[in-house]
T-cell receptor, first 113, second 110 residues
Framework: DGGITQSPKYLFRKEGQNVTLSCEQNLNHDAMYWYRQDPGQGLRLIYYSQIVNDFQNGDIAVGYSVSREKKESFPLTVTSAQKNPTAFYLC????????????FGQGTRLTVV | RKEVEQDPGPFNVPEGATVAFNCTYSNSASQSFFWYRQDCRKEPKLLMSVYSSGNEDGRFTAQLNRASQYISLLIRDSKLSDSATYLCVVKNGGYNKLIFGAGTRLAVHP
């Protein structure tokens, strides 16, 4: 079954705990992205990666970390330095060519209590 | 200034209406443009790419004006099922940075 898998769909954590969100793809796409969406708001770019072992800060990288050790995987860690982590997190992938669209996973809803 | 800006909305229109959404982008080096649709509490999905010459897909027409750094989406004969948030997306630079506008919400009523 091809596509992008984000897990878990819902995640609850206590304040101050680090948490890692999974994003796996079998589309053989080079580029991967992480976005955050707050209620009634647009998508804000956290990190993106063009190739394995390389990634770039997005607009709101503070309090987050990523790794890209394999082409298929781009996990996002929400650290305790992120002061307001409750949000909907979306992972996307795209082929390496410029004029190609991105495809999204179904997202993870993180709630910090 | 935000990299991608859209009409704030919401747009409330009756079935059958024609509605237009606008979007401006700040980076003149932007190379690819898209419209996505997002339903409530779901992931965004591609509606259509936007080409320099403009393009049409059924009731949907997208236009690009590179000189004015402006993208538009026209929806004709609106359906109830068109109710969603429409996101303008711009792809920049060598790292394929993908930037989303804040979205415009459309509500089509009977």
């Amino acid at each position: 079954d091809g596509g992008i898998t984000q897990s878990p769909k819902y995640l609850f954590r206590k304040e101050g705990q680090n948490v890692t969100l999974s994003c796996e793809q079998n589309l053989n796409h080079d580029a991967m992205y992480w976005y955050r969406q707050d209620p009634g708001q647009g998508l804000r770019l956290i990190y993106y990666s063009q190739i394995v072992n390389d990634f770039q800060n997005g607009d709101i990288a503070v309090g987050y970390s990523v790794s890209r050790e394999k082409k298929e995987s781009f996990p996002l860690t929400v650290t305790s330095a992120q002061k307001n982590p409750t949000a909907f997190y979306l992972c996307a992938t795209a082929p390496g060519q410029m004029n190609t669209e991105a495809f999204f996973g179904q997202g993870t809803r993180l709630t910090v209590v | 200034r935000k990299e991608v800006e859209q009409d704030p909305g919401p747009f409330n229109v009756p079935e059958g209406a024609t509605v237009a959404f606008n979007c401006t982008y700040s980076n003149s080096a932007s190379q690819s443009f898209f419209w996505y649709r997002q339903d409530c509490r779901k992931e965004p999905k591609l509606l259509m790419s936007v080409y320099s010459s403009g393009n049409e897909d059924g009731r949907f027409t997208a236009q690009l004006n590179r000189a004015s750094q402006y993208i538009s989406l026209l929806i004709r004969d609106s359906k109830l099922s068109d109710s969603a948030t429409y996101l303008c997306v711009v792809k920049n630079g060598g790292y394929n940075k993908l930037i989303f506008g804040a979205g415009t919400r459309l509500a089509v009523h009977p």
